[in-house]
């Protein structure tokens, strides 16, 4: 699973940034992007999308398409390929998770 740093506006993955090492710093996961029973707009994107399949990666997915549109709200096709290219999805869903990244750009 990956973090975003708000500040940053990055993802950090998970296994690279032990929790001791974030004491005091901001970051954002997967829990909490939805605000109580409403999705986050990407979340609500990654289901119109059909983006979760099995779901080990989605969380992580899902995390570095919000630090790229938190970057960059209008990213291209290659520049969202390229934000999601450090999760890898053993079903090969990239081009519905990608496509979500889109779509929710596109819906704010
Ligand atoms: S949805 Fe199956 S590994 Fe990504």
Redesign the pocket.
């Known amino acids: 699973m990956n973090w975003v740093s708000p500040v940053r506006r990055s993802a950090v993955t998970a296994a690279n940034a032990a929790p001791v090492w974030m004491e005091g710093k901001e970051i954002l996961t997967i829990e909490g992007l939805a605000k109580g029973d409403k999705l986050d707009p990407l979340q609500e994107a990654f289901i119109q999308n059909d983006?979760?399949?099995?779901?080990?990666?989605?969380s992580g997915?899902i995390m570095s398409g919000k630090a790229l549109l938190l970057k960059n709200s209008q990213p291209s096709e290659a520049q969202a390929r390229r934000a999601l290219s450090g999760?890898?999805?053993?079903?090969g869903?990239y081009n519905r998770?990608v496509a979500a990244v889109l779509a929710a750009a596109k819906a704010r």
């Open positions: 983006g979760p399949q099995c779901g080990f990666c989605t997915q999760n890898l999805c053993r079903c869903n998770e």
